[in-house]
Every structure is written in C-alpha cells, then in structure tokens.
C-alpha cells in the first residue's frame, strides 16, 4: 500500500467587519473574522495544501488564484471539494488529516466537532478521520495578540 504525506499552513489576518468561518462553520458571536480574497476560512486553505501536496498537486494558489475574480468571496469549504476531486482523480483516498488551530478568537473547541463532520465530509471521509485542535498564542506572536488566525494541517492519503 502506497502512502503520501502532505502538509499545509495558513494565516489570515482577523478583523472586524468579516464573517467568522473556520473549518466551513460559522462563529457568529466572534467580533472578528478572517479577512482575505475568498471567505478567509485558513483552515480549509491549510488542508487543501495538505491534500494537494501529498498528491503532489502543487497548492492552493496553483489551483485557485486569488487574483482571479471568480474566487472572490468563494466558500473555502466548496474549494476543498474542488480540490479534494482532484486528489481523488489521481486515485488516492483520506487515511486522516491533523489540523491546529492557532488563534485567540474564536474559541475553536465548542465547535470542532462540526468542523470535523464538515471537513470529512469534502473529503469523502467520516469525522473520526479529520481531527482538529484548538491552542492560543499565550499573548506571544501575532496569535497571541489576536491579530491572526494561523492553521497547520497534515493529510495523510493512500491509493483507493
Ligand atoms: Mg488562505
């Protein structure tokens, strides 16, 4: 059985005024959200390029350019999808995917089983497939100041 590993790491800046999405749920009591040219959600971008790079599929900028208009205000949690079809297409399917959660806001854990259920479900997975974790910057770094949202993610695929 062949393995590939991928990672992949995100950071979007938090700011007021932006829908809070993580993980393709929303935190509609967060006063802060992720900002960028899509719906900002850097845990779906941080698991894209874990599973495009353990298919050997470059990363999310190759697949999605982020000055190409049609992604504006795209749902990050359909760009995995898309993403995730391409991976397939190569013939490989999930083993588990590892994802942290770095941030201050919002509070990651009363949601992260929801986050699970939706990330496993673009990937063709089940929710004990997906694991997430929630950890603060201790008021260090631009985490810590609440000025960021960062996310790791690894993904672990083998051929179907
Ligand atoms: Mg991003």
């Known amino acids: 059985?062949?393995?590939?590993?991928?990672?992949?790491?995100?950071?979007?800046?938090?700011?007021?005024?932006?829908?809070?999405?993580?993980?393709?749920?929303?935190?509609?009591?967060?006063?802060?959200?992720?900002?960028?040219?899509?719906?900002?959600?850097?845990?779906?971008?941080?698991?894209?390029?874990?599973?495009?790079?353990?298919?050997?599929?470059?990363?999310?900028?190759?697949?999605?350019?982020?000055?190409?208009?049609?992604?504006a205000g795209a749902d990050s949690l359909g760009l995995l999808a898309k993403a995730w079809a391409a991976v397939r297409q190569e013939g490989y399917k999930l083993v588990n995917a590892d994802v942290v959660i770095i941030c201050e806001r919002p509070l990651i854990g009363s949601r992260s089983a929801a986050m699970k259920q939706k990330l496993a479900g673009a990937l063709g997975a089940i929710p004990t497939d997906v694991n997430i974790k929630g950890t603060r910057g201790e008021g260090m770094g631009p985490e810590g100041r609440g000025e960021c949202v960062t996310v790791q993610a690894v993904a672990l695929l083998e051929e179907a």
Do not use: N, Y
């Open 1 to 71: 059985m062949k393995l590939r590993i991928g990672q992949g790491w995100d950071r979007h800046r938090l700011v007021t005024g932006r829908p809070c999405i993580l993980g393709g749920v929303g935190f509609p009591d967060c006063p802060v959200g992720p900002s960028g040219h899509s719906d900002g959600d850097a845990v779906c971008h941080a698991v894209i390029d874990a599973v495009l790079g353990a298919a050997g599929l470059g990363d999310i900028g190759g697949m999605f350019p982020d000055d190409d208009p049609i992604w």
